[in-house]
């Protein structure tokens, strides 16, 4: 698809970083796939990858920790 955000860039299947903070707990997943963009960089996550994220980032504070860092799989949805 065309990147929303500089309008030239043609984006492509890649992984990112996503960050979720809450309540003084920080958990990173690593590989997260992606669309980015050729041209800016920018980075587009799924929505039905975020919202798995954002159920599995639950289930990690349920837990007690504090900061958590781990590889996205497809299972974590
Ligand atoms: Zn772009």
Do not use: W
């Not at 903070?21 to 960089?41: S, Y």
């Not at 587009?44 to 781990?70: F, Q, W």
Request: with cysteine.
């Amino acid at each position: 698809m065309k990147c929303m955000i500089c309008k030239h860039g043609e984006t492509f299947d890649g992984f990112t970083t996503v960050t979720l903070e809450k309540n003084g707990t920080t958990i990173v997943f690593q590989k997260v796939p992606a669309l980015v963009c050729d041209k800016c960089g920018e980075k587009y996550v799924k929505g039905d990858v975020t919202s798995g994220l954002l159920k599995k980032a639950k289930e990690i504070m349920l837990g007690g920790v504090k900061v958590d860092i781990r590889e996205y799989q497809l299972n974590v949805a």
